[in-house]
C-alpha cells in the first residue's frame, strides 16, 4: 500500500534556529500534501495545502514566512520551521493525496521540542 | 464548508461492552467520511471510510459506522471492546473532490476496562 516516511521522528531545537521536517511519498506521486498540527490531547488542525510545484497555501492565522513549506516533487515535501520558539513545540504530521481519488496517506508525525 | 463535530471527549466502557463514538458531519456538498486511531504519539490508522457506495461500511478490527443522511451521522461502533482499543479517534470530513483537505473533528478518548 500507498506509504509516506516521515522525518524526524523527533527533535529537540534550540529556540531561534530553524528545523526542517520531510515527508516522502515512497510509492506514489503525491500531487498533494497537507501539513497538520496537533498540539497535547488535542485534535489536528490543517496548517497548509501545497500541490506540486505551486505556492503552498495556508490557513488562516498560520505565519507563511514561519511555516516554510517546499513541495518541489511530486515525491518530496518539506516543512521548516524558521526561528522556532517553545510555543512552536508540537506534533506535525504530514499527509499526501494523489490527483485521481480521494485518499490520504499520512506520515507517522515529527514531535518538534524546542527550548 | 465542512466541518465534524464528535460528542463527547472521554467514552468509558467495559472490556466486552458496545463501542459508540458519535460523529456529526456538516457538509455543502455531499461528504466523505473517515474514521482515524490514533495512539500515543504515534501517527494515524485509517478505520474505514465512507464515499458514497454503501452506507455501512465495515473496517478493520472488528469496527464499523453508517452514514445516515438524514441525520448527518457517521456514527462508529464496534459490538465488543478489547483493552487494545484504548486510544484516541477522529472522525474527518472531506469533499468528494481529489486534493481537498480532511477536516478533523476533536476526538474521543476511549477508554476500556477490565
Known amino acids: 500500500g500507498a506509504v509516506v516516511s516521515q522525518h524526524p521522528s523527533r527533535v529537540i531545537c534550540k529556540s531561534g534556529t530553524s528545523v526542517k521536517i520531510e515527508c516522502r511519498s515512497l510509492d506514489f506521486q503525491a500531487t498533494t500534501m497537507f501539513w497538520y498540527r496537533q498540539f497535547p490531547k488535542q485534535s489536528l488542525m490543517l496548517m497548509a495545502t501545497s500541490n506540486e510545484g505551486s505556492k503552498a497555501t495556508y490557513e488562516q492565522g498560520v505565519e507563511k514566512d514561519k511555516f516554510l513549506i517546499n513541495h518541489a516533487s511530486l515525491t518530496l515535501s518539506t516543512l521548516t520551521v524558521t526561528s522556532a520558539h517553545p510555543e512552536d513545540s508540537s506534533f506535525y504530521i504530514c499527509?499526501?493525496?494523489?490527483?485521481?481519488?480521494?485518499?490520504?496517506?499520512f506520515g507517522s508525525g515529527t514531535r518538534l521540542t524546542v527550548v | 464548508a465542512q466541518s465534524v463535530t464528535q460528542l463527547g471527549s472521554h467514552v468509558s466502557v467495559s472490556e466486552g461492552a458496545l463501542v459508540l463514538l458519535r460523529c456529526n458531519y456538516s457538509s455543502s456538498v455531499p461528504p466523505y467520511l473517515f474514521w482515524y486511531v490514533q495512539y500515543p504519539n504515534q501517527g494515524l490508522q485509517l478505520l474505514l471510510k465512507y464515499t458514497s457506495a454503501a452506507t455501512l461500511v465495515k473496517g478493520i478490527n472488528g469496527f464499523e459506522a453508517e452514514f445516515k443522511k438524514s441525520e448527518t451521522s457517521f456514527h462508529l461502533t464496534k459490538p465488543s471492546a478489547h483493552m487494545s482499543d484504548a486510544a484516541e479517534y477522529f472522525c474527518a470530513v472531506t469533499a468528494n473532490q481529489a486534493g481537498t483537505a480532511l477536516i478533523f473533528g476533536k476526538g474521543t478518548t476511549l477508554s476500556v476496562s477490565s
Open positions: 499527509s499526501a493525496s494523489t490527483s485521481d481519488i480521494v485518499g490520504y496517506t
